[in-house]
């Protein structure tokens, strides 16, 4: 036993249940010149103090990504190395120091080790791991600049199977943007608390489970989730750019596409041309994300109308994508060569 696991929750949480969070985290430290070694250290002992640039200026990024129990019993990260790329990339837009990718992996390693063992439940649950950096000067004046020193650390909690249990409900927004053209494709939680408003109104006004942002009509992404239609042989996804976030998931979906008989069309998708789409029956729409991997869309609230989506009532085909990818991440499938 590592002599820190009695600081984590002992017992791993049944398949289908919430989620155990770990009372550690991997952690290291950016002192404005260098990153300190990696260590585990209590979560509740980050030593933030009230004058912390990250809750007065928003200087925060974090990553999602999942290890999964393989059939040897090892606990295996998913994609670690494309999601420490993306993590650079988002604190690069925010001043950060962006941990190297050694150290990212590392960190996600060194989680897995300490806490792993103890909270990952069999497929289909999984260890959810959290990468998180944040600027902690403690400089309430620093308005204006960036913080100049940082933390990184990883946050990792077992977790059952993740699904929504029926097709979800989006309410299409046109008007009002998810977050700013700069910020689209930044994972930070500034972003997500800009759409929170606009999704909780959607909630009670409408009974939509999130919402569809497609400024001036042009389909984007939902608040924490990616989107792509399955119609006629294809799969059609909004092409990468800097509006929205560039999933993991959504990338390594459209890798397996073709092996089970979809083609791939990324381009722009408009909300009218949705509306149409979903008229075939065996239109699927659906979307992706590391949580629930593929969540199907069975109702669009567009301008006062309810579109059905009747194909995303079985979803035949995002099912089958849904599976191609999570037997890769349960080691039931091999893995492609760079994942
Ligand atoms: C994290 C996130 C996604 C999904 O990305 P994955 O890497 O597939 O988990 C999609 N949209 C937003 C806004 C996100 O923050």
Same mark, same amino acid.
């Given at each position: 036993?590592?002599?820190?696991? /009695? ?18 985290? +991997? ?9 300190? =070694?990696? #260590? ?10 009230? !004058? ?21 019993? +090892? ?28 150290? *990212? ?37 620093? !308005?204006? #600049? ?10 990792? !909690?077992?977790?059952?199977?993740? *699904? ?13 943007? #998810?977050?700013?053209?700069? *910020? ?10 800009? +759409?929170?408003? &606009?999704? /909780?109104?959607? #909630?009670? /006004?409408?009974? +939509? =489970? ?33 509006? *929205? &976030? ?6 390594? &979906? ?17 909300? =009218? ?18 949580? !629930? ?47």
């Amino acid at each position: 036993m590592p002599p820190s696991s /009695d600081a984590t929750a002992s017992t791993p949480p049944p398949a289908g249940s919430g989620s155990v969070l770990a009372s550690v985290v +991997a952690l290291a430290e950016h002192d404005g010149s260098a990153w300190s =070694d990696l #260590r585990i250290a209590p979560s509740d002992a980050l030593g933030l103090t009230a !004058a912390s640039h990250v809750l007065h200026y928003g200087s925060a990024c974090f990553e999602g990504l999942k290890a999964h129990r393989q059939p040897d019993g +090892a606990v295996r990260p998913f994609r670690s190395a494309k999601h420490a790329v993306r993590m650079a990339a988002s604190a690069e837009q925010l001043m950060l120091p962006a941990p190297p990718e050694a150290l *990212f992996n590392d960190a996600i390693d060194l989680m897995v080790a300490e806490v792993g063992p103890e909270l990952t439940p069999e497929p289909p649950g999984s260890l959810y791991l959290r990468p998180t950096l944040i600027g902690n000067e403690n400089d309430v004046l620093a !308005a204006g #600049r960036p913080s100049s020193t940082a933390q990184f650390f990883v946050v990792a !909690a077992g977790m059952g199977n993740y *699904f929504a249990d029926r097709p979800l409900t989006l309410l299409v927004e046109t008007d009002v943007p #998810r977050t700013v053209t700069r *910020f689209g494709r930044v994972k930070c939680g500034a972003n997500y608390v800009m +759409a929170l408003g &606009l999704i /909780d109104q959607a #909630r009670r /006004d409408h009974g +939509a =489970d999130q919402v569809l942002f497609a400024p001036g009509g042009i389909i984007e992404e939902t608040g924490a989730s990616n989107f792509m239609v399955v119609a006629g042989g294809k799969v059609i996804t909004p092409p990468l750019g800097e509006a *929205f &976030l560039h999933g993991v998931t959504r990338d390594s &979906l459209l890798h397996l596409a073709p092996d089970l008989g979809l083609a791939v069309e990324e381009r722009h998708l408009t909300v =009218d041309e949705l509306v149409e789409l979903a008229q075939a029956p065996d239109t699927e729409v659906l979307l992706t994300g590391t949580a !629930a991997v593929v969540a199907p869309v069975g109702t669009l609230l567009h301008d006062g109308e309810r579109v059905e989506v009747k194909g995303s009532i079985e979803a035949p085909l995002g099912k089958r994508l849904k599976t191609a990818l999570t037997d890769i991440q349960t080691g039931d499938a091999p893995r492609p060569a760079d994942w």
